[in-house]
């Protein structure tokens, strides 16, 4: 069994910035994509950035069209670790994230939509983006 542990999460100002990350506690794979999904009050789940760990060549990201621009994967000098650095939140990111893994894969852009694809979650870091 593989867990995630998510943290950063927080409160925060419109335009503020936070970072999260997520740290699984094993990779039984040379590649395994990492997501980054959140839900927002009175929406379902939704995917926002995918980070892929792939010891065979550059790491791929891809980012939904909010996320775009604005929040960047990365990976984390820490072991199993990715990092999502979130800047210029808005009250529109006010939500739970939740880090997601598929072992044995690289990512897809189509990963954003489809969190079927992911075996393993973690409990999830609340942002409040707020005065």
């Known amino acids: 069994q593989v867990y995630l542990m998510e943290s950063g999460g927080g409160s925060v100002q419109p335009g503020g910035s936070l970072r999260l990350s997520c740290t699984a506690s094993?990779?039984?794979?040379?590649?395994?994509?990492m997501g980054w999904f959140r839900q927002r009050p009175g929406r379902a789940r939704e995917g926002v950035a995918l980070?892929?760990?792939?010891?065979?060549?550059?790491?791929?990201?891809y980012y939904s069209a909010s996320a775009q621009g604005r929040f960047t994967a990365s990976k984390d000098s820490a072991k199993n670790t990715a990092s999502l650095q979130m800047n210029g939140l808005h009250f529109g990111d006010t939500a739970k994230y939740y880090c997601?893994?598929?072992?044995?894969?690289?990512?897809?852009?189509?990963?954003?939509?489809?969190?079927?694809?992911?075996?393993?979650w973690g409990s999830g870091t609340q942002v409040n983006v707020t005065l």
């Open positions: 980070y892929e760990f792939y010891d065979g060549g550059p790491d791929a990201t």
């Open positions: 094993e990779l039984t794979s040379y590649k395994a994509c």
């Open positions: 997601a893994l598929k072992m044995g894969a690289l990512c897809y852009d189509a990963y954003l939509r489809s969190e079927s694809e992911f075996s393993y």
